[in-house]
Nanobody
Framework: QVQLVESGGGLVQAGGSLRLSCTTS????????MAWFRQAPGKEREFVAA????????YYIDSVKGRFTISRDNAKSTVYLQMNSLKPEDTAVYYC?????????????????WGQGTQVTVSS
């Protein structure tokens, strides 16, 4: 059974930092693209960042470039999202997702596995 389990969310003041973790189990994710999405209240789920598990290339949306970093620890089968200089507009439930293949897609429907989400709240 494949599982993606997020953790690390919480309440932080604007300008602060959080590190989200996505612990995977049930299969190896080499050959997959790992991604973080977020969903704010009343809004659609939004792609944030991605990493190719094999090779380590990364991709970010413009609004988080220079502030967020996606990384992985192969030994722990875990993907991270380091979030610095947080802004109130970063407030959302953050989801980890996995897509089989090497072609990046940013639509929710293109991802095969999802975690349950972790809440990030940034106060002004």
């Amino acid at each position: 059974q494949v599982q993606l389990v997020e953790s690390g969310g919480g309440l932080v003041q604007a300008g602060g930092s959080l590190r989200l973790s996505c612990t995977t189990s049930g299969r190896t994710f080499s050959g997959y693209i790992m991604a973080w999405f977020r969903q704010a209240p009343g809004k659609e789920r939004e792609f944030v960042a991605a990493m190719w598990w094999t090779g380590g290339n990364t991709y970010y949306i413009d609004s988080v470039k220079g502030r967020f970093t996606i990384s992985r620890d192969n030994a722990k089968s875990t993907v991270y999202l380091q979030m610095n200089s947080l802004k109130p507009e970063d407030t959302a439930v953050y989801y980890c997702a996995a897509r089989r293949g090497v072609v990046l897609a940013t639509e929710v429907s293109n991802f095969d596995y999802w975690g349950q989400g972790t809440q990030v709240t940034v106060s002004s």
